[in-house]
């Protein structure tokens, strides 16, 4: 995990350069800078527009004026499917889902990494790779089965089988971020306690738990940010009114009654990203971290 | 001999097992028993619902006498081929220029990794409007006085593929740069500066100095990246829904169409089958090779 601290500045390795060559570095870092803001700035810039203001013209354009109508209309009133009722019961839903979930998946995958990496259990090393496995596994594989899991089960088109799909399929990831973050922690404390004739649990929450915060952190937000932007769980095992913001958002870009409202789906859009951007901005440290490792995910 | 004093207790070793066992069931159950399930299924003459009735190998070779899916492959090999090869030579690229001790360096980093926090149902949208020819760039350029500028690589059959790839880039470039930029940060200044002090130019210090002693990250982000293509589908379906004509098809849009749309299960199963394989023999080995520079300062 201390890998990404070598990102810090000062462990730069590159050879000095000429200031020429300093000038056409900025331009170009800048240039790419400005490509990489752009849908960014498209977004925002449209979603403040007002529909008169498209007529024959290009997305890509100043306002002639700023309205935050586009944004209400997102809210409340836009059509997702045949319901015209906006974003928000839909905004509910994903925090329904997320927050429960990715608390859920952190708790397992702290314990198991504990157990299974610390402990000497035996068959704990076989049992950890089962269960980490699951990271690498494509989410078509196990698809039909889920859904008829869920149908069997009464939870398909419900919020709890959202819940339930994505705690579990959140566990092989969660474990392998604790994994790796216990793996850096001295075996002579867990050896320590046991002579103390320490039990397991109490290991766990007052040996293991006060040093793990960071990585708890990186957990929680790695598995917020995952489930938020999650499309394939969501359009399959959900549909009407228990989706989540993502799918929702698809659904309002291809509703299209009477004249489509590109500055609608903007703001819809940036309502949708807004959670984790924000996570992004405040939290992007921890959201760093967990992405080296949490990218291999299906 | 300090083997003896690691035997874990029992009264530690059997909470451990109860601990981790609600997570191995749902595992066990979730993606063991559910990927045998589905492998199970693609040889069976499942329609709409399951049927266990043994068919060998027919589910596979109707998968691949079936157009959609020969493209939906070809159009997979065509993405992951520019994916990775421009995604890796962006990625570096963009490292390369972080590392040259630039002037707020994390404000770059920031700008270039920031789509990676969104949902690809997000890119999806705003790109979908920024590529569409009437409303988007194409209508911008000829705006600006260029009224032959042709810009519809999403609304054309033999172009879709690249239009997608580009969105795809734009998300994905910056998390390539990050894994880029913490290995060359890992290189050894030392030897830089010995290269530096010879009178080697900037470039060749890159090319037969840096660049050799990072191999494992092209492995490794390579494999993230052919995991990413190979489950490529909210993409898809938000920027051009598997069109125009189909022609956008790929596997994991093929697998959930067959299985949810028309009610195959059984070629649904089999071409889910194929991208467990794909993964397990593309991208696992590649990751595994690649991990451990990438572990090297945990």
Do not use: H
């Not at chain 2, 690809?120 to 009224?147: A, C, H, Q, S, Y």
């Not at chain 2, 090319?207 to 898809?236: H, R």
Request: hydrophobic letters at 55%; proline letters at 5%; one cysteine or more.
């Amino acid at each position: 995990m201390t890998a990404i601290s070598s990102l810090a500045a000062s462990n730069a390795t590159a050879p000095r350069t000429s200031p020429m060559t300093r000038i056409l570095l900025y331009a170009v870092i800048i240039a790419l800078g400005i490509f990489f803001l752009a849908p960014l700035a498209i977004m925002i810039i449209t979603s403040l527009r007002s529909t008169e203001d498209f007529r024959g013209g290009s997305i890509i354009a100043w306002p002639g004026s700023f309205s935050g109508y586009a944004w209400l209309k997102a809210w409340t009133t836009a059509c997702i499917g045949t319901q015209c009722i906006g974003l928000k019961g839909y905004y509910l839903n994903s925090f329904l889902i997320v927050v429960p979930s990715a608390a859920i998946s952190t708790a397992l995958g702290a314990i198991n990494g504990f157990a299974l990496s610390k402990l000497k259990l035996p068959g704990g090393e076989f049992l950890l790779i089962l269960i980490v496995f699951g990271v690498f596994i494509p989410y078509q594989a196990i698809l039909i089965p889920a859904a008829q899991l869920l149908g069997k089960l009464g939870l398909l088109n419900t919020i709890w089988g959202l819940i339930l799909v994505q705690s579990v399929y959140g566990i092989p990831i969660c474990t392998l971020f604790f994994r790796n973050y216990y793996s850096s922690i001295p075996d002579e404390l867990v050896r320590a306690a046991t002579i103390d004739g320490a039990g397991f649990w109490s290991m766990f929450f007052y040996i293991i738990l006060p040093l793990s915060p960071p990585i708890i952190a990186v957990t929680l937000i790695w598995q917020f940010t995952a489930i938020w932007n999650d499309f394939l769980f969501g359009v399959t095992f959900s549909s009407g009114s228990t989706q989540p913001v993502i799918v929702a958002l698809n659904n309002l870009v291809n509703t299209t009654f009477g004249v489509k409202e590109y500055n609608v789906d903007m703001a819809g859009t940036i309502i949708a990203a807004l959670p984790t951007l924000v996570i992004y901005v405040v939290a992007g440290k921890y959201f760093v971290r967990g992405l080296v490792v949490g990218s291999v995910k299906g | 001999m300090s083997a003896r004093s690691q035997v874990t207790r029992w009264y530690q070793s059997i909470p451990a097992f109860i601990a981790v066992s609600p997570s191995l069931i749902a595992v066990g159950i979730f993606v063991y028993a559910f990927i045998i399930w589905t492998i199970l299924i693609s040889f069976s003459a499942s329609k709409m619902v399951p049927d266990f009735t043994w068919v060998g190998f027919l589910n596979y070779w109707k998968l691949w006498q079936f157009g959609p899916w020969r493209l939906a492959v070809g159009n997979f090999v065509i993405f992951s081929v520019l994916y990775v090869g421009i995604g890796l030579a962006l990625g570096l690229f963009l490292a390369i220029l972080i590392d040259q001790r630039i002037r707020v360096e994390s404000l770059f980093r920031t700008i270039f990794l920031y789509p990676i926090a969104l949902s690809f149902v997000v890119t999806g949208v705003v790109w979908r409007w920024i590529m569409n020819p009437t409303i988007g760039f194409e209508k911008f350029v000829r705006d600006l006085g260029f009224p032959n500028f042709e810009f519809a690589w999403i609304s054309d059959e033999r172009f879709v593929v690249y239009a997608l790839v580009a969105a795809a880039l734009w998300q994905v470039s910056g998390f390539v740069m990050v894994l880029f930029l913490s290995a060359l940060r890992g290189v050894d200044a030392e030897i830089i500066k010995a290269a530096s002090l010879d009178g080697a130019r900037p470039w060749r210090i890159y090319a037969s100095i840096v660049i050799p002693s990072i191999w494992p990250v092209f492995l490794s982000a390579g494999a993230i990246l052919i995991g990413m293509a190979l489950k490529t589908f909210d993409l898809v379906i938000v920027m051009t829904q598997r069109g125009p004509g189909g022609s956008s098809e790929f596997p994991a849009t093929f697998m959930y169409d067959m299985a949810f749309r028309r009610n195959q299960l059984g070629i649904g199963s089999a071409s889910a089958v194929m991208i467990l394989a794909a993964a397990l023999i593309i991208v696992l080995p590649a990751l595994l090779i690649g991990a451990p520079n990438r572990d090297r300062n945990k």
